[in-house]
């Protein structure tokens, strides 16, 4: 095989003992093989073929201080060499160094991703290395679950919801989400995907509401008119996107009270007690941008594309009243299932979808209310920053 030259080597003795130790391979002779690759790579330092060489002839020799010093060599020239890693975590897997094997087979699969093409043998071995890490990390979680156990009766909700992420995260169970605002984004807020209800005690007040929020809408959809329209009204011209297949559809529909803080009163009007509730109620009020409070509507057999929302200084309240079996809502990593009755807060910055696969119509109540991590003097600079910028500049207030 050709050289690859250091400026101390000796190419000529290199190639002289590669080839013995290749002529030692075929007849099965490891150590004596791993004598010539010795020799071969001390001639040439810089060439890394010969240093896997080496660490494969102590391999199949059983020589694994040999294997491992010839693949820490091969590394030493070439970090992200796929090769050497692979037989790196192997070896480790072999000699049951296991915290060093799951890092170093973590970094195996990474690089695995970006190859080309992976021939069924390699295939195998990837396999084989996912299942170990696989098992080591089923053990790891039970024992730090162990652990924790003794623990979590004195844990509150945030806490709970909090460990538990950094446990699931620590493990690689769970995907770190971020906020991601086509609007305005209010800098070093926590980055939640639910959040927790006591932020939220007027919720119960909410709920309490429900059976007549239910019957306010039943008898609204029984004849909608024009208030029932399509939640996805895109721009003539629009390319095709994951959206289109929802563009002027009821599939998805909407029957906005409040629209960017301002009433919709033929909806007001046909529900009074909804209206009054949402009234008494610590929502976001800003002029021309909030609340918005609307029932939303997904038919059978529908579902909203993963998305995210404006501005993280808001929380979105679903408050379900129409729930068939099968719907599930996802934000971030957490998927729940609406509960009728029952309401919970999100932040809608954090990506999230939605579907109903049922053979029944889904609705729920949506209103914003203020992201509770914002102080109130932060809400009130918050208002007048949206004053003072509409004020500005003439023309209508953009959404937030």
């Known amino acids: 095989m050709p050289m690859a030259s250091s400026p101390s080597s000796n190419p000529a003795l290199a190639q002289q003992a590669y080839s013995e130790g290749m002529a030692a391979m075929q007849a ?36 694994n201080a040999g294997e491992r010093a010839a693949l820490e060599q091969a590394l030493d020239i070439d970090r992200v060499d796929f090769g050497t890693q692979l037989r790196m975590a192997q070896l480790l897997q072999r000699i049951g160094e296991e915290t060093a094997a799951l890092v170093v087979w973590g970094g195996v699969q990474q690089l695995a991703s970006q190859l080309p093409m992976i021939a069924p043998p390699l295939a195998r071995e990837l396999a084989d290395g996912q299942a170990y890490c696989d098992e080591l990390q089923a053990r790891l979680y039970t024992r730090i679950d162990s652990a924790l ?23 690689g169970k769970r995907q770190v989400y971020h906020n991601q605002c086509a ?30 929020i239910k019957a306010e809408l039943a008898a609204l959809l029984a004849d909608p008119g024009d208030a029932l329209r399509p939640y996805v009204r895109m721009e003539p011209g629009t390319p ?113 979808e939605a579907w109903n696969n049922s053979d029944q119509r889904r609705a729920v109540l949506i209103v914003d209310a203020w992201n509770p991590h914002l102080s109130e003097r932060e809400c009130n600079a918050l208002v007048d920053y949206f004053a003072a910028s509409d004020d500005a500049l003439a023309g209508d207030a953009p959404a937030q």
């Not at 010539?36 to 020799?61: E, I, K, M, V, Y």
């Not at 623990?151 to 945030?158: F, G, K, Q, V, Y």
């Not at 959206?243 to 909806?267: I, M, R, T």
């Open 28 to 63: 099965g002779a490891y150590a004596q093989a791993a004598e010539a690759f010795t020799r071969a790579a001390a001639a040439d330092p810089g060439a890394l073929p010969l240093w896997s060489n080496l660490a494969h002839a102590h391999r199949l020799a059983g020589n």
């Open 149 to 171: 156990a003794p623990s979590t009766a004195t844990w509150d909700e945030p806490e709970s919801r909090r460990i538990r992420a950094f446990v699931d995260g620590a493990m």
């Open 183 to 212: 609007g305005v984004f209010y800098p070093f807020l926590p980055e939640d995907e639910y959040f927790d209800r006591i932020h939220f005690p007027w919720l119960d007040e909410l709920e309490a509401g429900h059976a007549a």
């Open 240 to 352: 095709q996107n994951d959206w289109s297949a929802l563009d002027g559809s009821l599939d998805w529909s909407a029957c906005f009270l409040w629209e960017y803080g301002k009433p919709n009163q033929p909806v007001i009007d046909r529900c009074p007690q909804t209206a009054a509730l949402l009234e008494r109620l610590p929502l976001a009020r800003i002029p021309n941008r909030a609340p918005n409070a609307f029932f939303s509507m997904l038919k059978p057999h529908s579902k909203i594309p993963p998305h995210t929302g404006v501005t993280n200084t808001r929380a979105i309240i679903h408050l379900a009243l129409e729930v068939p079996p099968h719907c599930g809502f996802r934000v971030g990593n957490e998927t729940r299932e609406w509960v009728e009755g029952k309401a919970f807060a999100f932040d809608d910055t954090i990506d999230h």
